[in-house]
């Protein structure tokens, strides 16, 4: 599993969360897209953001959470999330 995936896991209920605040989305019904091995990922233009796709079953939605990385690598901080 790579980085993105591993912080991505880490943090799950986070993102779930992020979601489901700016989205009214229930967290039971979200789903991250790690399967997929371009689920999460380190951007190319800013290598301290985390970008994760979720997918809402109840309405079949797709969003991405955005995260900036710290420095230590294992952590995330500055959740947002907008609908793909």
Known sequence: MDTAHKLASKYESEIKEIVSQTFLED???LRLMLSNPNGAYIS????NK???FVYGNRDNNLYIVLATIGTDGDTLTDFSALKA
């Open 27 to 29: 967290p039971k019904t």
């Open 44 to 47: 190319k233009e800013d290598p």
């Open 50 to 52: 985390l970008g994760v």
